[in-house]
């Protein structure tokens, strides 16, 4: 079997005795490693040893919560201590221990990262360490790690390019610089057209990226408002992403996330949804000529491609659509009865939810 398009390797082989034996004594030193800490965060011995037996601990299994919590604990008594000064010291706080404290977990999180690259608690750890500087340094030093994060999450994307934990990593690092950018400049930088180059970019290297589609959507809004842009650029905008998802769907009709973007620009012309679209302003006459132009477009889809249940979806949309937008019925209501047709076939074990959609349409 393949998982993504990689075949998953053959069978486990069965376990040995020795690596039973050994499997039970690394889990009797794990819980009493466990069991020692546990015991030291009790007493408040917040040193350097234990310290570092939450290092080993999330070493083995970073999945284990209360130990970042234990991690973090720790290190908010060093902040502390790193950026305490006497009662008669009225020098400035020196920031380099802090900095080194800081870069330094951020350092150990990396090979766990490549790891577990979807563990939830590594990303939450790692953010903690930022917003933590956030507070403790001054703007421009907490600019300089929030850069460095940027490209890592850049190097990250690049060998992981559909890992949404990495996706949304990234826009929280760029909303940060964009409001430390306020804060040491006095002046708005907004990264939203590089954020929105950057989309672009990793679609072309892959199309079948759900993370960079759905990021391309929750740029393109703040990008038209940015631009202050018009009816008419609006409109010019949105032929462009039209043209770009269908370029997208004839070189692979079978992905799903290509036909939630699809469905995403659709609803522009949804009078339900159009108030918060990208052209706003759309009139009825020009949504109906719009989606009269994609059906056309999307029925030309199924030539070699019969089997594609997706295309029969978006055209009963598409058509229904059409209807609501005050078409008469009956030029596609014969269609409509067909793509169900060819979707019962193709995708039987859902036949209950396209009767339930069949009758909802009352074709």
Known sequence: MASHGVPRASGVQPATDQDWRKEQQKI???KGLVDSLNGRIREHQFNTETFEMTSK???????????????RLILRHRFQYSNSRGPNDDSPPNHEALISLISDDLVFLI???????????????RRWLLDEASGLLTASETRKFWQQELALVGKMLNLDSRN??????????????????????????SMTRQEFDYTTKMINTNLSNFSAWHNRSKLIPKLLDEMKADHQVRKKFLDDELELIERALWAGPEDQSLWFYHQYLVCTFDP???ADSMVPEITGAESMAYVRKEIMKVREMLDGAEDCKWIYQSLIHLD???HELGNDWFEEASHIEGYFDELTKLDSLRLGKWNDLRGRINI
């Open 57 to 71: 601990l999330l070493k083995w299994n970073p999945e284990y919560y209360t130990l970042w919590n234990h991690r």
């Open 320 to 322: 229904r659509l059409y």
């Open 28 to 30: 009797k030193d794990y």
């Open 272 to 274: 339900k949804y159009t």
């Open 164 to 189: 949404f934990h990495g996706w949304g990593y990234r826009r929280t690092v760029i909303e940060a610089l964009e409001r430390d950018a306020l804060q040491a400049e006095g002046l708005s930088t």
């Open 111 to 125: 090979p766990l990262l490549r790891k577990f690259p979807k563990c939830y608690w590594i990303w939450k750890h």
